[in-house]
């Protein structure tokens, strides 16, 4: 089976721009999670889609957006990037709704914001 | 929300020693308890997980212990080999799939 799949890998965009990141999941898995990482913040949970629906949603403004297509592929959108917003941004697939099914971790998005 | 403090943040040992990291979480009402090794340039793969309902885990030279009264929650590595030197995340998560992560601690094993 393929791993989860996150493009692109490294992206570097300037301040007030927009920038959409996708996230592949494992085949049959119906849940991706986002995650923002940084060296002083650790892992942060920006929000879940299950089934086309965001059924988690961490603390971030609403310039953090995402959805999720029929096909489990989920795309999350940052406006007006900061150059706080610089970071490691994560996908995360598991197979069910339920806590305590294992969640399969994508490469990152790389966004570099100047 | 939930919040989980680990330490150390960083951690050197000798190879064949023993490495143990610990976390302590807030909410009463999380549930399952997993532990992530990020090396560099790859995303966090799960090592080892545990649930409210076991007090222990062992996976080869890996093991996890819950104290669910005190909350907090412990990876132990056995016998470190350099490949073992990474960053290693815990997390907690009490519904759904929104897990709250630790710090982080970077285990450096020295050949």
């Known amino acids: 089976k393929a791993g989860v799949t996150q493009t692109p890998r490294y992206l570097i965009k300037t301040r007030g721009q927009q920038v959409t990141l996708s996230c592949s999941p494992i085949s049959g898995h119906r849940s991706v999670s986002w995650y923002q990482q940084t060296p002083g913040q650790g892992l942060q949970f920006l929000f879940e889609?299950?089934?086309?629906?965001?059924?988690n949603k961490g603390n971030f403004p609403g310039r953090f957006s995402g959805r999720q297509f029929s096909n489990s592929r989920s795309e999350m959108n940052v406006s007006t990037l900061e150059l706080g917003d610089s970071a490691l941004y994560l996908c995360?697939?598991?197979?069910?709704?339920?806590?305590?099914?294992?969640?399969?971790f994508g490469p990152g998005t790389r966004l570099t914001v100047l | 929300g939930e919040n989980v403090e680990q330490h150390p943040s960083t951690l050197s040992v000798q190879e064949g020693d023993s490495a143990v990291i610990k976390c302590t979480y807030s909410d009463s009402a999380s549930n399952y308890f997993p532990w992530y090794k990020q090396e560099l340039g790859k995303g966090p793969q799960l090592i080892i997980d545990i649930r409210s309902n076991v007090g222990e885990k062992k996976d080869q030279r890996i093991a996890v212990t819950l104290n669910k009264t005190a909350k907090h929650f412990s990876l132990h590595i056995t016998e470190t080999q350099p490949e073992d030197s990474a960053v290693y995340f815990c997390?907690?998560?009490?519904?759904?799939?929104?897990?709250?992560f630790g710090t982080g601690t970077s285990l450096t094993v020295i050949p």
């Open positions: 995360a697939s598991t197979s069910g709704p339920l806590t305590g099914n294992e969640q399969f």
């Open positions: 889609y299950f089934s086309e629906t965001q059924r």
């Open positions: 997390a907690a998560a009490r519904s759904g799939n929104q897990f709250y």
